[in-house]
């Protein structure tokens, strides 16, 4: 597979070029230039080609550690990972000064590079076309990655460079294959989702779990716009990290830009299998953080809580008001594994790894039908159900499991109208408790149970 990044400076249609190739709408694209600032990776195909994909951050030149200087550390990365560059310039502007300049350090790099004159969708743009030979990578490709032009010229580029890397890789000798690989592979990647109120360290933890500067980090709040995915294994079993931006009050998102990067993170959330709210220790469970969570339970993910910076927090002070937020306002999800750690210093990692698999394995759980009657039975004899609205009792008659991930059951009943929620809460508290099943939603829905002598005369 050819790796390939997708370099240039901002808003020349970097993202729009990553998407098109992507088949989908991985990276956010906004007029705004500098929307990109993270390197995102996916598998993609141009025809028969099978490619790996890096979408980067626009260059801007900088030489204080600060955040430009840091977008382009991580596109310097992309550069040493991939096999061809897509340098892309913006034929409707023309050559600029940036263009030049990044032109420069991506020859010092001796990578092969294919020259992009992107936005050519009229004859306007052939003075630029002109202008491209100058920056010394050779004679530009016509494209337009919104219009579709110039992807034909781009598959036989990159399909000869292909053919060159195979035959490069034909001539080495081949490495043994592990005895586990076919097991590690065999196992199906957990989705891990990590989101947060801004600046709470999510990038951060991802980039300690790497053990890699692959998310940019930093001291300013909203640095992550676009969910990335990273595929990581832990322990034999393999995951995919998904970092976020994080999330404010719907109330002060005003910005457009700010909007999609809400929408970005939720739809990561309703993706992932377990969801990792990342909490700040010298402010657990604020208001932010109940409705994120409460979000994730709605959405039927399991759920682990990391509070994170905790080299440098109050910590008994810490812990009483975590312990007394879920108990009092996140009733609907008892048992939630909260998990201390300090991102910055990689403490408390495998402890947080081994609750996410704990959780996970509960949110599959299935439960026999034996021992679910079983307990039905007992629950019922200590605490009967009440009267229905008929002032009758209500009979509810078996349960069974419906699904899981979550786990969700029905409850038959012949009169199940009128069966009151704080009913359902007791007997969605004891099933969790009898089968440990903490930290995740549960669904329990009363259905009524088919009368087999209703047809009969």
């Not at 992309?78 to 892309?88: M, N, P, R």
């Not at 812990?319 to 009092?328: A, I, S």
Request: glycine residues 6%; positive net charge; proline residues 5%.
């Amino acid at each position: 597979m050819l790796t390939v990044a997708i370099i240039g400076r901002p808003n020349v249609g970097k993202s729009t070029l990553f998407n098109r190739l992507a088949g989908k709408k991985l990276a956010l694209v906004h007029d705004k230039p500098g929307v990109t600032r993270d390197r995102k990776m996916t598998a993609a195909k141009l025809r028969d080609l099978e490619l790996m994909i890096i979408d980067t951050a626009g260059y801007e030149y900088s030489t204080t550690d600060n955040m430009e200087s840091r977008m382009w550390r991580q596109t310097q990365m992309a550069i040493e990972e991939a096999d061809v560059c897509l340098f892309l310039f913006d034929a409707r502007a023309g050559v600029q000064p940036y263009d030049e300049f990044f032109a420069d350090l991506v020859r010092k790099t001796h990578k092969p590079v294919i020259l992009l004159a992107n936005k050519c969708e009229g004859k306007a743009q052939e003075n630029a076309i002109g202008e491209a030979y100058k920056l010394g990578l050779g004679a530009p490709l016509i494209f337009s990655a919104e219009h579709s032009i110039g992807f034909d010229e781009l598959y036989l580029e990159l399909q000869e460079l292909n053919e060159k890397k195979q035959a490069a890789e034909a001539s080495m000798e081949p490495k043994p294959e592990d005895e586990n690989t076919t097991e590690t592979e065999s196992k199906r990647p957990i989705q891990i989702a990590f989101v947060g109120r801004p600046n709470v360290g999510k990038s951060t933890l991802v980039n300690a779990l790497l053990d890699d500067e692959r998310m940019l980090t930093g001291p300013e709040a909203g640095m992550t716009r676009d969910a990335i995915t990273t595929e990581w294994q832990w322990q034999g079993q393999t995951f995919k990290l998904v970092d976020t931006a994080g999330l404010r009050r719907q109330a002060r998102v005003n910005d457009t830009l700010e909007k999609m990067s809400v929408e970005s993170t939720i739809y990561a959330a309703n993706m992932a299998q377990v969801v990792v709210l990342v909490l700040d220790a010298d402010a657990v469970l604020d208001k932010q953080d109940l409705t994120i969570a409460r979000k994730v339970v709605d959405e039927g993910r399991a759920l682990v809580i990391a509070v994170n910076k905790w080299d440098i927090a109050q910590r008994k002070e810490a812990l009483e008001k975590l312990n007394y937020k879920l108990e009092t306002s996140l009733t609907q999800v008892a048992g939630v594994p909260t998990v201390t750690i300090s991102a910055l210093k990689k403490e408390g990692l495998d402890k947080l790894m081994r609750a996410v698999l704990k959780v996970y394995k509960r949110w599959n759980t299935r439960i026999p039908t034996a021992p679910l009657n079983k307990w039905f039975e007992a629950v019922q004899e200590q605490n009967p159900a009440p009267l229905g609205k008929n002032k009758r009792r209500i009979k509810l008659k078996y349960v069974t499991q419906a699904k899981a991930r979550p786990p969700s059951f029905y409850i038959f009943s012949s009169n199940p109208e009128g069966l009151p929620e704080s009913y359902l809460r007791y007997l969605t508290n004891s099933l969790r408790q009898t089968f440990d099943l903490g930290g995740i939603p549960l669904r329990l829905t009363v259905r009524k149970a088919d009368n087999p002598y209703a047809d009969k005369k």
